[in-house]
């Protein structure tokens, strides 16, 4: 069946009900009344021509109020009150796009509802299968499901005096979510449609889901015990940790800070007060004392990009995995309701904001509406390329890493079993520095560190390389790197050498294959 809208759908004794006695309206799921409900506008003019054509009904007071087609009040008529009100909450849950408020007869305001609409797609092949929009109030520590599937068109309660829930709402920002397994996540509030106080009317929200491309391993896949505590790897290292701060920008003097106050120094860092004070000195050495007015510390939560160091207040523990990973841990965090902060605070996964979103492959981070920025740490190297940061400050730019090459060295078993044996990764000709002289150059990898090491078993060692950045000998930064890569073992490898491009590109693949070694021999 479908929403009603027109009273001749509706009939007195079938679908709606008024007792006169007890001075309630009740709407029943019979006759042609569905879960898909009754808007209030129709409900009030079915109510007007029961009046006017039941002789026993006139002899009471006309039950409803109308202020607009989208907002009623009950129990109310010009100057005059009455009792007058639905059956129950589930008659309530049935009246679609109204908002209304409740009277008694000595005119107290009872309780006051907003009729919440969702603008967008929400999957459901009925009214009682399929997904629910969630919502939630600024005070709350839990969400709420609405009581019927798909796009919501449900009137929630806001106020109620001290016998009718004994709360006031109105004044909170209100929110709704629609989070589910393998589907983009969807939120609206009150303050991004422009509503700062709400009130016993219809408020309209865009939200919408679909399924998520970047999304497909099940709930028990990262969780296979389903006790909110992710336990399959690589999920179960990985983390999100909430970082207590206010971003007061670059530091200035004679200024009054508060306790976790975040500021920039002029060495470009960050720093935090855990007391706060007045300011009083410079800014060169702050976690040195420069500041004579406030101590300050290292801030836990800034990041290097690059040349530049940025301040975020939500940090990610990646645990080396690849993007879609580390995105699938978050949305799965992000519909627990329990407490995902790994830090010394507290925050529910299903109050949480959205943490990142992907833009095609590349995954973007997003900012917080309190202002923190979102990092992720110990990301897969091979994803350098297609991850975008909004910090703290962020005005519009994203945040990225200088190019970072990317790839695997490949060894075959006569390498891979022998104990002994070593790699290097030499640069053919860095700026006049070439191989087999004594000026040869081993390439560094992103973090400065030299491109070396025992193979230890391994049958493939992933590497980095900054594309953007790497001047080794006075090389060209931004150019193709021509290297040689030298493996030497003892008991079942042979010396081998073979020339390879890092190129700007990730997933290069540099394969070493090692003739069987028959000729070594150390008797002792």
């Known amino acids: 069946m479908a929403l009603i809208t027109d009273p001749d759908q509706l009939n007195q004794g079938t679908e709606v009900v008024y007792d006169t006695s007890a001075l309630t309206m009740a709407l029943s799921l019979a006759?042609?009344?569905?879960?898909?409900?009754?808007?209030?506008?129709?409900?009030?003019?079915?109510?007007?021509?029961?009046?006017?054509?039941?002789?026993?009904?006139?002899?009471?007071?006309?039950?409803?109020?109308?202020?607009?087609p989208e907002q009623f009040e009950f129990g109310a008529n010009g100057s005059k009150f009455s009792d007058w009100k639905p059956l129950d909450d589930a008659t309530r849950k049935l009246v679609r796009t109204a908002g209304w408020r409740e009277y008694d007869s000595s005119a107290n305001n009872l309780r006051e509802y907003v009729g919440v609409i969702t603008l967008g797609n929400i999957d459901a092949a009925s009214k009682t299968s399929g997904d629910k929009v969630k919502y939630a109030f600024a005070a709350d520590a839990t969400t709420t499901d609405m009581t019927y599937a798909g796009p919501a068109n449900e009137a929630v309660q806001i106020y109620g005096d001290a016998t009718n829930g004994n709360f006031d709402s109105r004044s909170e920002v209100f929110t709704v979510y629609v989070r589910e397994e393998n589907k983009t996540y969807g939120s609206a509030t009150t303050t991004s449609i422009g509503t700062t106080t709400l009130t016993y009317n219809v408020q309209r929200f865009p939200l919408s889901e679909g399924s998520d491309l970047k999304a497909?391993?099940?709930?028990?896949?990262?969780?296979?015990?389903?006790?909110?505590?992710?336990?399959?790897?690589?999920?179960?290292?990985?983390?999100?940790?909430?970082?207590?701060?206010?971003?007061?920008?670059?530091?200035?003097?004679?200024?009054v800070y508060a306790a976790n106050d975040v500021v920039k120094g002029s060495d470009g860092r960050w720093y935090?007060?855990?007391?706060?004070?007045?300011?009083?000195?410079?800014?060169?050495?702050?976690?040195?004392?420069?500041?004579?007015?406030?101590?300050?510390?290292s801030f836990a939560g800034e990041r290097q990009i690059g040349s530049d160091w940025y301040a975020f207040g939500v940090v990610i523990g990646g645990n080396n995995a690849a993007a879609e990973e580390i995105y699938e841990f978050?949305?799965?965090?992000?519909?627990?309701?329990?407490?995902?902060?790994?830090?010394?605070?507290?925050?529910?996964?299903?109050?949480?904001?959205?943490?990142?979103?992907?833009?095609?492959?590349?995954?973007?981070?997003?900012?917080?509406?309190?202002?923190?920025?979102?990092?992720?740490?110990?990301?897969?190297?091979?994803?350098t390329n297609r991850l975008e940061f909004q910090d703290?400050?962020?005005?519009?730019?994203?945040?990225?890493?200088?190019?970072?090459?990317?790839?695997?060295?490949?060894?075959?078993?006569?390498?891979?079993?022998?104990?002994?044996?070593?790699?290097?990764?030499?640069?053919?000709?860095?700026?006049?520095?070439?191989?087999?002289?004594?000026?040869?150059?081993?390439?560094?990898?992103?973090?400065?560190?030299?491109?070396?090491?025992?193979?230890?078993g391994q049958a493939s060692i992933n590497f980095d390389f900054d594309y953007d950045g790497n001047v080794q000998g006075g090389r060209s930064a931004g150019s193709n790197a021509i290297v040689i890569i030298r493996v030497m073992g003892l008991n079942t490898t042979q010396y081998v050498e073979a020339e390879f491009t890092i190129s700007k590109a990730t997933g290069l693949n540099f394969p070493m294959t090692g003739v069987l070694e028959r000729n070594y021999l150390n008797a002792a």
Request: proline content about 1%; aromatic content about 10%; overall charge negative.
């Open 272 to 297: 935090i007060t855990s007391a706060g004070g007045t300011s009083s000195g410079d800014a060169s050495d702050l976690a040195g004392g420069s500041d004579v007015g406030i101590s300050w510390t």
């Open 330 to 383: 978050v949305q799965w965090s992000l519909r627990q309701s329990s407490d995902i902060d790994a830090g010394s605070g507290a925050q529910v996964g299903l109050l949480a904001e959205d943490l990142m979103v992907f833009v095609g492959d590349t995954l973007r981070t997003l900012r917080q509406s309190d202002g923190d920025g979102v990092f992720i740490d110990n990301f897969n190297s091979n994803d």
């Open 216 to 255: 497909d391993v099940a709930d028990t896949g990262i969780d296979s015990d389903t006790n909110g505590a992710a336990d399959v790897a690589p999920y179960d290292v990985m983390s999100i940790t909430y970082i207590d701060h206010a971003n007061q920008g670059d530091w200035t003097d004679i200024t």
């Open 31 to 68: 006759g042609n009344l569905s879960e898909d409900g009754v808007t209030g506008q129709c409900l009030y003019s079915f109510s007007k021509e029961e009046w006017i054509a039941d002789s026993n009904l006139i002899k009471y007071t006309f039950p409803m109020l109308a202020i607009t």
């Open 392 to 456: 703290d400050n962020y005005s519009g730019t994203a945040r990225t890493f200088p190019f970072k090459a990317a790839g695997t060295i490949t060894f075959n078993t006569n390498i891979v079993s022998d104990t002994d044996a070593r790699f290097w990764m030499f640069f053919k000709d860095a700026n006049g520095n070439q191989i087999d002289t004594a000026n040869a150059i081993i390439v560094q990898n992103d973090a400065d560190a030299d491109i070396t090491g025992l193979v230890s």
